[in-house]
């Protein structure tokens, strides 16, 4: 009964609270760590960059606002937010309730480039070396699914991206265990469970941009993905060009994805249990779910990444640990309350 009450409320107010919640969320995990910063101090500081007043703080404290803080807590947020999209929309075009953003070998080529850069020195190039690794992980997992000629079955792109997800992962290990020295070990690892200890404003352009650019087209598709909910034949039942649309659809999101990995590394369970906790509330229809699963995703990103840089001051934890002691127990609950189908 309490579900369905949930459900009664309308997508609106669940909107509205959410966008109030994201906003409290950013201002409070800013003023979380070991400098005396308040919420007045975040705006002041906000404002001022704005070229709205002079700030009250002094040049450090202003600097761990704006130039240490604020964009970590921002890329945070876009990146939960694009993986969120990334999960809901990958679950809905191969209808299997496992799909989550790194379905098709994104996150394994993602990691294969990076640790390439990493072990060659030169880590400037990281969002371009993962991103890159990501497309071209994609690239491979549709050729091998559309081998056949029968086009894009749901089944075979699944089986193929675990494939190309095994090699990438294969090869990654090989490098690093040929390769990796002293304190590149520590570099990788940290990279490959998921960190936004390097976030800065390029970091935050690129997720940010991505989200809008990407995301944005992606959240406005909820009609289509509707329609594949019920299979292909239903969807193109309704008007939509099956095969084309699921191309489009496959290529934005591992876009999305490769965007995010780039600048946070392999991050977990995000893109696959906050889709199904957001559809459990508000139901199915993709023209709801994907929108607050994206506000879902930056608050829960956050604060992971608030208590992965916080819980063991001074010492700091990769945010992807953090999301899958949260997200696991989460996802079993899940599990328990729902069974997904």
């Known amino acids: 009964m309490r579900r369905s009450g949930l459900r009664l409320v309308p997508p609106a107010v669940w909107a509205t609270l959410l966008c109030v919640l994201l906003l409290l969320t950013v201002t409070v995990a800013i003023t979380i760590g070991p400098a005396d910063i308040t919420a007045g101090d975040v705006w002041a500081s906000v404002l001022h960059h704005l070229g709205v007043g002079e ?51 994104l996150s394994s080529g993602a990691s294969l480039g990076a640790v390439a850069v990493l072990l060659l020195g030169v880590s400037v190039l990281l969002p371009v070396a993962a991103f890159a690794g990501a497309l071209l992980a994609l690239m491979l997992t549709l050729i091998i699914a559309r081998a056949s000629g029968i086009g894009l079955a749901p089944s075979r792109t699944v089986l193929a ?71 292909d034949t239903a969807a193109a039942a309704l008007g939509i060009h099956v095969d084309r649309t699921r191309w489009i659809l496959l290529v934005a999101t591992a876009l999305l994805t490769g965007a995010m990995v780039s600048v946070s590394g392999s991050i977990g369970f995000v893109g696959l249990v906050l889709p199904h906790a957001v559809r459990l509330v508000v139901g199915s229809r993709h023209r709801v779910l994907l929108p607050l699963s994206a506000l879902v995703g930056a608050i829960f990103l956050i604060w992971c990444d608030t208590l992965a840089r916080t819980l063991f001051d001074p010492r700091e934890l990769p945010v ?16 328990v309350r729902k069974p997904l189908s």
């Open 161 to 231: 991206g675990v494939a190309v997800s095994a090699l990438g992962s294969a090869l990654t290990s090989f490098v690093v265990f040929w390769t990796a020295t002293g304190d590149s070990y520590r570099e990788i690892l940290s990279w490959l469970l998921g960190s936004l200890a390097g976030a800065d404003w390029p970091a935050v352009a690129i997720s940010v941009g991505a989200l809008a650019v990407v995301g944005g087209p992606l959240v406005l598709a909820g009609r289509s993905l509707d329609g594949f909910a019920f299979g």
């Open 320 to 335: 992807g640990i953090i999301t899958a002691v949260v997200g696991a127990p989460l996802f079993v609950l899940l599990l």
């Open 55 to 105: 700030s009250p703080l002094t040049p450090l404290r202003d600097g761990i606002v704006w130039e240490l803080r604020m964009p970590r807590v921002l890329t945070a947020g876009a990146v939960g937010a694009g993986l969120a999209i990334a999960g809901a929309v990958m679950q809905a075009l191969t209808r299997n309730a496992l799909a989550d953003p790194y379905l098709l070998g």
